[in-house]
């Protein structure tokens, strides 16, 4: 019928279309790439310097923007001055959940024979700080102060009162008259060093926190009055 010859010839004109625009298509994609070819076609004699060049360049310019926003990977910080509070407040956050790593180069805090005698040190972390013989005479210990190295120091009338003492040395430490008063005190040391023992003459141990087995060892110390003893409970 008519209509399906009209059908039949719109059929036949849309595939010469279509196939005339794949061998358009085809022809520019052959052009490009031989523009391509005819760009990057160099003279033999000096297309192996002049590849090198390009390279170079494209690479160096490439990595120049990249590497201009990139920060450096390690940021020089400025250590606190020796014996200063601010020394004190080094790592402090980390110190305080994690003491057992105070010992590393980036959270230690070294303080050995400073003088912080009379500071108040309520807000400061004393966990992990290596004290020894450093004079903490009449402070006042924050919450934090554990598995801290306070051999040969002074802690006369040091007020350390609810302070987690966990682990900490105190051998051979003079703690006259010190307030440890409702302290964790489980694991620390209150024995000899160099020698001589903490001195622990008017320690107030009033409900402080300490194993039988940490009792036992306390006891044992000479310089422990009558007073100390009772409220450790310790057995004659």
């Not at 690479?59 to 001055?81: H, K, L, M, W």
């Not at 005698?117 to 006042?140: N, Y």
């Not at 302070?163 to 010190?178: C, I, P, Q």
Request: glycine content about 8%; charged content about 25%; proline content about 2%.
């Amino acid at each position: 019928s008519l209509r399906s010859l009209r059908s039949l010839r719109s059929l036949r004109s849309l595939r010469s279309s279509s196939h005339s625009l794949r061998l358009h298509s085809s022809s520019q994609a052959a052009s490009s790439s031989s523009s391509v070819l005819t760009f990057f076609h160099l003279p033999s004699s000096s297309s192996s310097s002049c590849l090198a060049s390009f390279a170079l360049g494209v690479v160096s310019v490439v990595f120049g923007a990249c590497v201009r926003d990139v920060p450096p990977a390690y940021a020089t910080v400025e250590e606190p001055e020796a014996c200063s509070m601010e020394l004190l407040q080094k790592g402090a956050k980390t110190r305080a959940g994690f003491s057992d790593f105070a010992g590393e180069a980036e959270l230690l805090v070294n303080v050995e024979g400073c003088d912080y005698s009379g500071k108040d040190l309520s807000k400061e972390v004393l966990s992990g700080v290596r004290g020894r013989r450093s004079d903490f005479s009449r402070t006042k210990f924050g919450r934090e102060a554990s598995r801290a190295d306070f051999r040969g120091a002074k802690l006369v009338d040091t007020t350390m009162v609810d302070a987690n003492l966990y682990e900490s040395t105190f051998d051979g430490a003079d703690m006259r008259n010190a307030n440890l008063e409702n302290a964790i005190v489980s694991g620390a040391s209150f024995g000899q060093y160099d020698g001589v023992w903490a001195n622990l003459a008017g320690v107030n141990f009033e409900g402080a926190l300490l194993s039988s087995s940490d009792v036992n060892k306390v006891c044992k110390n000479p310089t422990l009055d009558d007073e100390g003893k009772g409220a450790l409970g310790c057995k004659d």
